[in-house]
Structures are given as C-alpha cells and as structure tokens.
C-alpha cells in the first residue's frame, strides 16, 4: 500500500514562490508500481482540478493556467514528488493534492495543503 503525505504549504504574496513536497510511503514493490504521479488542487466552491503531472518515465504535463510557472518533479531515492510554484498569483489559492496511480488503475491521494496567496 502507498501513503502520500504533504507539505509545504502557506501563505505567500503575489509573485511569490512556494515548493510543495510529497512523500510516497510504501514497499519498493508497491512505489515500483506506480505509473502517474500528479497534483490537484481545488479553490473553494471550484471542483477539483490537475495542476501537474509527470509519468514514471519522467514525461511532464501542465495545465494552461500554470504552463510556464509550476515545475512538477520526482526524486526517486527519497520517494518524493515536487511542485515548484513561482510567480504565485491570487487564483493560485486553493488546497493542494498529491496523488499517484498504479498501472493496475489503483489512486491514492494525499491529505491535502493549503496555499494561500495574497494580492
């Protein structure tokens, strides 16, 4: 089974940058099985959206909104996944998902962080 748990959100001014951490817990069986790695995120009375996202042989994706802003990245030693987030903007606030899916279609999300950016 894999866990994801993550940090480093917080409030942050327009224009700012912020770099979110997602630790993938689990055997070497279970994290070896894992085929997308991705972030969501969703703002209040918005449904839940993909930010970012990068497949086991590293191919990256964006949405529009943040093409250009957001880095998506892994460290396969330590099992964790990033999200760099420069040029913060307003409409960045939203809480943050880290999720990964297995090849056998299995999801599992993280607990969520809150980003806040202020104007």
């Known amino acids: 089974q894999v866990q994801l748990v993550e940090s480093g959100g917080g409030l942050v001014q327009a224009g700012g940058s912020l770099r979110l951490s997602c630790a993938i817990l689990?055997?070497?069986?279970?994290?070896?099985?894992?085929?997308?790695f991705e972030w969501h995120r969703q703002a209040p009375g918005k449904q839940r959206e993909v930010v970012a996202g990068?497949?086991?042989?590293?191919?990256?994706t964006y949405a529009d909104s943040v093409k250009g802003r957001f880095t998506i990245s892994r460290d396969n030693a330590k099992n964790t996944m990033f999200l760099q987030m420069n040029s913060l903007k307003p409409e960045d606030t939203a809480v943050y998902y880290c999720?990964?899916?297995?090849?056998?279609?299995?999801?599992?999300w993280g607990q969520g962080t809150q980003v806040t950016v202020s104007s």
């Open positions: 999720k990964t899916t297995t090849y056998g279609q299995v999801e599992k």
């Open positions: 689990g055997s070497t069986f279970s994290t070896n099985r894992i085929r997308t």
């Open positions: 990068i497949s086991s042989g590293g191919t990256t």
